[in-house]
Structures are given as C-alpha cells and as structure tokens.
C-alpha cells in the first residue's frame, strides 16, 4: 500500500467518532479498492495505539465510571449506558466495561483478586447484578478489538492464516516443520515455518517463512524485526514474511535482504535441484 493511501485511511480513523464496529463500515464503504481484512486489521492497529496513549488519562489513579453509570442508571436512561459513554469518552467499549466492573467488584470485596475479575468479564453470567451483567455484556460483543471475544477471533485468525500457509507447502511438496515441531526440537525463538530444503523466491533464498494474519505498517514491522525476525535471521539464515491483509511499500527498503516481504504466498518459486550439485571428486 502506498504511504498516501494509508495515511488517508489513518486520517480518517483518526476523525471518526463512535464505536469502532461503525468505523469499520464507514472504511469499507470509503475505500471500496480496500479489502475489508485490510481496513479492519489497520483500523485495529491505530485504535490500539491510542489506547496505550490514552489509557493513563482515562483510567489512570484508580480513576472509576461507576459513579457516573449509577447516575445515569438512577436517570432512568434505558440499556446500554456503558456503550454511550465508551463513544462519548472515544474509548474502547471493553476497556470501560472492565472499569465499571473492577469497581463493582471492589465495592463487594475490597480484597477482591485480578483472576476474580477477570472470570466475570470472561463469563458476565457469574455477575450478581442483573443489569450490569448486560451492560458488560454489550460493550464485550460491540468490541471488535478489545475483550474477550475479540482476542478469541484474533487468535482464530492467525491459526487460520497458519493452517493455509501449511497447506499451501503441502499442495506443493515442500517440505516443512513448524512451530511446534521446532519447540520440541529445543528451539525457543521459532518461526512459523522452517523450510527443511530452502527455495528461492525472486531470487532471495527462503529457509523459513513468517504468517502474520494483519496489515503491516512501519511501527508493527520495527517491532517483529527486534523481536522476531533478525533473531531468524541470524539462526537460520534469510526467509519470507507474509503480512496476509498486506503492508506499506516502504517497508521493502528497511529489510536489508535479510528476508523478503509480501502480502500472499508466492507463485514463482525455484526448487533446488539435488542433481546440479556435482560431488566433490575423490582423491
């Protein structure tokens, strides 16, 4: 994706006021050209990022909405308080709904553990208060990023990507081991796949390949290249990243042929030829 591009959808993200479910059809109706994985994973990106900047100033010194739903409960407002206020804040619905809730819990029990708390947040069905469960409820299904059943489909769609990058080595004869066969081989830092011959894709060796089921910008891919793919780099030599829902054109430059980037898996592939080596003649 072009950096102008991007920057135009950021700016539109960035100037959106609701929940992040309806900016998510404000993207996709924008950006049509865009697939919607692409928009959802980018959108996902940024609201995470302000989060992390807002989320001192939101939540921060044991600061609490709880007062501020009982008034509006007392107001006789119908449900869904806690969703009008994460939208009038500009916050994530879950992260208010955990809150609300961790006050809640407080009040009961002033000991009350952080496992306690997260089992009803998990399970909203164990809160005693009838109508706090609900609005709890709510603000976790209305959440695309944030909570329980967004972690779950986060997680299902990087297995899902992980299964179809197998299959696509399997289909072609490529033989492979993963993630978990190279933990038990004692690996700690694993990627996704380790090839057990090497290919060549546009004419870059690949001895292992990454799947990463999200957009990449600048900010992710600094990130997996301190923590992840250099330390590949330097165990087994150059490979392939996969960024399914696709990544900014200028990340190209910044991988210093230690690995090559793209957004699907690739089409043009080079086996090596066991027969092209010739044995060393003997003396």
Known sequence: MKLEVYNDVIAAIRNFRGL????????????KDIPPNTLYSILSLEIQQKMKINHT?????????????????????HMGILLRMAQSLDTSPALLARNVLEKYCTLKDAN??????????KDTTLIENRDLAYEIYLCILYDDLYGPIA???GIS??????????NYLTQRNIAFRNEEHLRL???????????????????????????????????????YMREQFLSYWNRFGSGLVIYWFGFL???????????????????????????????????
């Not at 007062?67 to 409960?73: F, H, N, P, R």
């Not at 990340?251 to 080079?270: A, Q, R, V, Y």
């Open 185 to 223: 081989r004692g690996y700690d830092k694993t990627p996704d796949i380790k090839l057990e011959v090497p290919i060549a894709v546009n004419g870059c060796v690949i001895n292992w390949i990454e799947s990463k089921a999200r957009f990449g910008n600048t900010e992710v891919h600094q990130k």
């Open 249 to 283: 054109e200028i990340l190209h430059k910044s991988t210093e042929k230690k690995f090559i980037i793209m957004d699907h898996f690739p089409e043009n592939i080079t086996y090596m030829d066991p027969a092209s080596i010739k044995p060393a003649n003997s003396t």
């Open 20 to 31: 992040s479910r309806d900016c998510v059809n404000m993207l996709q109706t924008s950006y």
């Open 57 to 77: 100033k939101l939540f921060g010194n044991n600061k609490s909405y709880y007062d501020s739903y009982l008034e509006a409960v007392q107001r006789g407002e």
């Open 157 to 166: 769609i990087g297995h899902e990507y992980e299964m179809k990058l197998q």
């Open 151 to 153: 972690d779950a489909i």
């Open 112 to 121: 009350v553990s952080k496992n306690v708390v997260a089992k009803l947040f």
